[in-house]
């Protein structure tokens, strides 16, 4: 029934540790977005797909990659995990590229790096 | 560059009091404009748009925004909060020729007072 689900819910985990966050949509969009919401709330786009092909990788360090094995999945990869990687990362979701193309929200992946 | 201003991190209403939260955009084009609202441990839910047309725009739960081209911006309003009105909410601005990515505001968070 969740129209854009993402597991897990909360990760907390070590420095240096590898992870993965995992996103699904069921509503049939083209586009899927990573975004990033730090301590001050503040949301920042990391990457877009667009049909599995990848439209928009913003300056993000490389140890972060996603990965979209098709349209209605995209996921968030994380290696040699920091401090500073703490935040919680939104998927999200839109029916195209366009610019008026409302996005649609996961809950959100609240991830802790100790 | 588009950006996006949201002016007073924090704003406290009295409930059936007016909710006014201001957010004020940067761009060169024609913008695309929303505004979403963020419960607690929830992901964005879309209120409204604003893409060409009408300047007033209506959106969930008694919440509408005016476009004012001339001050470059888009002020949220409702004309009487409720206890479940309380969340955050971000005004962003569709970035031309970048896939649907969203530049958001910095967020003012709600609150409403018995």
């Known amino acids: 029934d969740t129209a854009v689900s993402q597991t897990p819910k909360y990760l907390v985990t070590q420095m240096g540790n590898d992870k993965s966050i995992k996103c699904e949509q069921n509503?049939?969009?083209?586009?899927m977005y990573w975004y990033k919401q730090d301590s001050k709330k503040f949301l920042k786009i990391m990457f877009s797909?667009?049909?599995?092909?990848?439209?928009i990788n913003e300056t993000v360090p490389n140890r972060f990659s996603p990965k979209s094995p098709d349209k209605a999945h995209l996921n968030l990869h994380i290696n040699s995990l920091e401090l500073g990687d703490s935040a919680v990362y939104f998927c999200?979701?839109?029916?195209?590229?366009?610019?008026?193309?409302?996005?649609?929200f996961g809950n959100g992946t609240r991830l802790t790096v100790t | 560059a588009q950006s996006v201003t949201q002016l007073g991190s924090h704003v406290s209403v009295s409930e059936g009091a007016l909710v006014l939260l201001r957010c004020n955009y940067s761009?060169?084009?024609?913008?695309?404009l929303f505004w979403y609202v963020q419960y607690p441990n929830q992901g964005l839910q879309l209120l409204l748009k604003?893409?060409?047309?009408?300047?007033l725009v209506k959106g969930i739960n008694g919440f509408e925004a005016e476009f004012k081209k001339s001050e470059t911006s888009f002020h949220l309003t409702k004309p009487s909060a409720h206890m479940s009105d309380a969340a955050e909410y971000f005004c962003a601005v569709s970035d031309e020729n970048q896939g649907g990515k969203l530049i958001f505001g910095q967020g003012t968070e709600l609150s409403v007072k018995p």
């Open positions: 604003y893409t060409t047309g009408a300047t």
């Open positions: 999200a979701s839109s029916p195209t590229t366009t610019n008026n193309s409302p996005l649609h």
């Open positions: 797909y667009n049909n599995k092909e990848l439209i």
């Open positions: 509503l049939g969009h083209d586009t």
């Open positions: 761009s060169s084009v024609p913008p695309y």
